[in-house]
């Protein structure tokens, strides 16, 4: 498999993933300031969307979106634990967190990286603010989203809250959501991840 994505931003969580479930995949990075993939090639001839990330599986077809690209690669590895099994109440769960994460967070957060006006940066801030207390609350004494196992849910979770500290947010304000997110990036997985994306210097 071949995993395209840019530094820092939502295509972390597939990446996470990816190196969670030991599953072999190679890398292409999509450079946001020059709008080209490794080797010169648009990202449009990869997805006509236009943005990471993308997946590229062994037979050449593509998936997109995190959500879908991240339950795939747990349906691969099922060993893992990275999602329950399909069509179970708990794998509905597991979409619910994924849906919320990209609705209720992932995309709240545009305006604060996109030159937004005040107003809508503070009307984002606030939003972050509810959500980040609702998923503190979903949290419950965790350590994870879906309990003692670690899935593709806090792969995205893990992602989105690392963005808080660009947008001016502390997330002291909600300390079991801190904690949590620092408990993650300990993880292997994650720190490889970081590690590969120059986010984080290599040991």
């Not at 690209?69 to 893992?80: E, F, G, T």
């Not at 069509?87 to 030159?115: C, D, Q, S, V």
């Amino acid at each position: 498999m071949k995993l395209y994505y840019a530094v820092a931003t939502c295509s972390h969580a597939p990446h996470i993933a990816l190196r969670e479930a030991g599953l072999p995949f190679d890398l292409v990075r999509f450079d946001m300031k020059g709008r080209t993939l490794d080797g010169g090639k648009s990202l449009e001839e990869v997805n006509d969307k236009g943005y990471v990330p993308v997946l590229e599986l062994d037979d050449g077809q593509r998936l997109t979106e995190v959500a879908v690209v991240l339950q795939y690669i747990a349906d691969q590895a099922p060993a893992k634990e990275l999602a329950p099994p399909a069509g179970t109440l708990e794998r509905y769960r597991l979409m619910e967190l994924l849906n919320f994460t990209a609705t209720e967070i992932h995309k709240i957060f545009w305006p604060l990286f996109h030159e937004g006006a005040e107003v809508e940066n503070q009307k984002a801030r606030e939003k972050l603010g509810r959500s980040f207390a609702l998923m503190q609350k979903r949290l419950g004494a965790g350590p994870w989203l879906m309990g003692d196992k670690f899935t593709v849910a806090d792969a995205y979770l893990v992602t989105v809250l690392n963005w808080t500290r660009a947008a001016g947010i502390d997330l002291g304000q909600w300390p079991a959501l801190k904690e949590y997110r620092d408990r993650a990036r300990k993880r292997p997985a994650v720190v490889a991840a970081m590690e590969a994306e120059g986010m984080i210097r290599k040991a």
